[in-house]
């Protein structure tokens, strides 16, 4: 063994001391673990196709997957920002704020709003009624239909959660400049905007039909 590969070990353990892993009482399991952290960030998944024999976009399958971690961040981030009001830790904030935005809607455009599959909307639904933050009245046209509006509970609730919720949202803007925030925020809606029009109009189609368009 000769002395480059100590060099080169030296010179990582320095990368890992300049890291935000490194702690006061970092061991050694905690340093090979952010090596193989660093290995796997630094792999292109597009090797495991090649071997496969598979062709790959490594462009739009990084973009899944990136959409999909940050998806997984951001409901640990709102159950710690909303540890004060575990009522509205599973996605009943945003039902709750888009009534206090947008009052008097029915269950099914409510729930249309937040995207969500409508069983999943439903039960939300419900656990805001039970407890007591939203009610709903027979709507006036059609009596077979619902509205729903906030209670004095669930003004109070908005009321108190809304610096929480701030705070999470700034948490999970990251380090992002005020230029790269308006940047990912427009490419955001560009990408919402796409994938809301099927969600609205094109529930059933295989995906093979839909990126035709």
């Not at 320095?14 to 290995?39: M, Q, V």
């Not at 949202?169 to 919402?192: H, P």
Request: proline content about 2%; aromatic content about 8%; overall charge neutral.
């Amino acid at each position: 063994m000769n002395t480059d590969f100590f060099i080169d070990l030296l010179h990582q353990v320095k990368d890992f001391e300049n890291s935000g892993a490194c702690k006061p009482h970092s061991s050694a399991e905690d340093f090979r673990l952010w090596l193989n952290d660093r290995k796997y960030r630094e792999e292109s998944p597009t090797k495991l196709f090649k071997k496969e024999q598979h062709e790959v976009s490594f462009t739009e399958n990084e973009i899944c997957k990136q959409v999909l971690l940050l998806g997984r961040y951001s409901k640990q981030a709102i159950r710690r920002g909303l540890k004060d009001f575990p009522e509205l830790a599973n996605e009943e904030f945003t039902y709750l704020y888009r009534l206090k935005d947008e009052p008097n809607l029915t269950k099914m455009q409510l729930i249309e709003r937040n995207g969500h599959e409508k069983q999943t909307g439903t039960q939300i639904i419900r656990r805001l009624l039970e407890s007591g933050m939203v009610a709903e009245k027979n709507d006036e046209k059609d009596k077979r239909s619902k509205r729903l509006n906030l209670t004095s509970k669930g003004e109070q609730v908005f009321h108190e959660s809304v610096n929480k919720v701030n705070i999470t949202s700034k948490f999970l803007s990251g380090q992002l400049d005020e230029n790269e925030k308006t940047t990912l925020l427009d490419l955001l809606k560009k990408l919402n905007d796409f994938h809301g029009h099927f969600y609205r109009e094109d529930k059933t189609s295989d995906l093979e039909t839909l990126i035709q368009y």
